[in-house]
């Protein structure tokens, strides 16, 4: 179809009247929705409430319809209203693509079944023989990703503490076509400065990549300090209610070609995100201000409670001045985050089990930036996937414990943990 066509919004039920249509590859183009230019200028607290959605033009709907579809019937051969097969587009998964790209401040972005693959459709942007820097102590599941990509299409990785900027200088090789950054990382919290990092990428023609999933666009924006792709498991604070899985691929605003790129990567490997879970997202896209503000608090409270007790021998959060990286999450972040990991004094198996199994707040499961506080055990459980020597090189001992602090009244959070530790075995 034409783009005149598919872009013409007095064609009774083209989606253009509420939805600029965005075919794979062309959701940079200007004017999505027709608040779009109105958002752009808004703050953030409101751009998470309106960025992406408006009034549906057929019955007023506030809220976007699920198109809750797979295929799109076309109204004559070679012409249709924008979307052809859900796979390759559909108009709430571009509803949510406007609202995260707006809200990091991108050029376009694709959304994915789960961070995972979100995490993929940005490897698979690397050609054949290419060279990767990563962060030491990644999530679990992109360094089993990373392992696999070595194995079985001879991807070669260097794992890397990104803080140090001469080992990463001297990591690079010929080859080396993308840096990936998890800041902060997952569990130990250990930042990378993202603008030195993408600063020599790009020296070197590599693209900077920045898993935001820790603090979300309302935290830290790694566009505004030169990273190229911004990748996200939604499934986390983003949606926010534990009750999704997802994932999004954001390009930076300097990288409209990457736009393309992602989005046709998803369709190619299959990884779009069904509509209804793309409305769920949507829908938790509008609190996730007020809720990374609440997660914030509780997590400052909890992380001072721990820093405190005689029980801890460490607290990891990047919020307490005690933080050997303070002085660049105060300058690099806009907020200190809900994730706190921290190490028991004596950190036997016995006495972190305990812990597990005391707390009544916070529910024993993976996962993290949902409502509800969750508490769990990176060795055994996130980051099982990582070879005992993989675990020991990144410092996650078995006696680290990692918090996802919820929106729970902070006192509550910090009388459990104390009573928790109050019990411990001698
Ligand atoms: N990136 C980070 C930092 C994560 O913590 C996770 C999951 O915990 C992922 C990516 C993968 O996301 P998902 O579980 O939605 O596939």
Redesign the pocket.
């Known amino acids: 179809m034409s783009d005149e066509a598919h872009l013409d919004p007095n064609i009774p039920g083209n989606p253009a009247y509420h939805f600029t249509i965005v075919p794979p590859g062309t959701a940079a183009r200007a004017g999505w929705s027709r608040r779009a230019p109105l958002v752009a200028g808004a703050r953030l607290g409101t751009k998470c409430v309106h960025a992406g959605v408006q009034p549906d033009s057929a019955y007023g709907a506030v809220m976007p319809p699920i198109y809750q579809t797979s295929t799109f019937a076309f109204r004559d051969v070679c012409t249709n209203a924008g979307y052809d097969y859900t796979r390759s587009g559909n108009p709430t998964r571009a509803a949510l693509e406007e609202a995260i790209t707006v809200l990091e401040g991108g050029a376009g972005a694709t959304c994915t079944s789960?961070?995972?693959s979100a995490?993929l459709v940005a490897l698979n942007l690397l050609p054949h023989g290419s060279h990767l820097l990563c962060t030491v102590d990644c999530?679990g599941?992109?360094f089993r990703a990373l392992e696999h990509a070595r194995a079985a299409y001879g991807l070669e990785v260097t794992y890397l503490e990104l803080a140090d900027l001469e080992a990463v200088r001297a990591a690079f090789r010929e080859n080396t076509r993308m840096v990936w950054i998890?800041t902060p990382s997952?569990p130990l919290l250990r930042l990378t400065d993202i603008r030195a990092v993408s600063a020599l990428a790009r020296a070197r023609g590599a693209l900077a990549v920045v898993?935001n999933?820790?603090l979300s666009p309302v935290q830290q924006r790694p566009f505004e300090r030169g990273a190229d792709l911004v990748v996200h498991?939604t499934?986390?604070y983003l949606n926010g209610h534990s009750d999704v899985?997802?994932?999004a691929v954001v390009a930076a605003p300097n990288q409209p070609a990457l736009v393309q790129r992602i989005q046709s990567v998803n369709n190619l490997l299959g990884t779009s995100q069904s509509p209804h879970d793309c409305f769920l997202v949507l829908r938790g896209l509008k609190t996730l201000q007020l809720r990374m503000r609440a997660h914030e608090a509780g997590a400052r409270a909890v992380a001072e409670f721990l820093a405190g007790h005689p029980a801890v021998a460490k607290v990891h959060y990047p919020g307490l001045p005690s933080h050997p990286q303070h002085a660049l999450a105060t300058e690099q972040q806009h907020g200190f985050g809900g994730m706190i990991s921290f190490e028991l004094k004596d950190g036997s198996r016995a006495r972190v089990d305990h812990l597990l199994r005391t707390v009544r707040w916070f529910t024993l499961a993976?996962?993290?930036g949902g409502v509800e506080s969750l508490i769990a055990h990176p060795a055994s459980m996130?980051h099982a996937s990582m070879s005992p020597e993989a675990r020991r090189r990144a410092g996650i001992t078995d006696a680290v414990v990692r918090l996802s602090i919820g929106i729970e009244e902070p006192e509550d959070l910090v009388a459990d943990l104390a009573a928790a530790l109050e019990s411990l075995p001698a």
């Open positions: 789960t961070g995972m995490v999530y599941g992109t998890e997952n898993d999933t820790f498991s499934t986390k899985v997802g994932g993976e996962s993290l996130t």
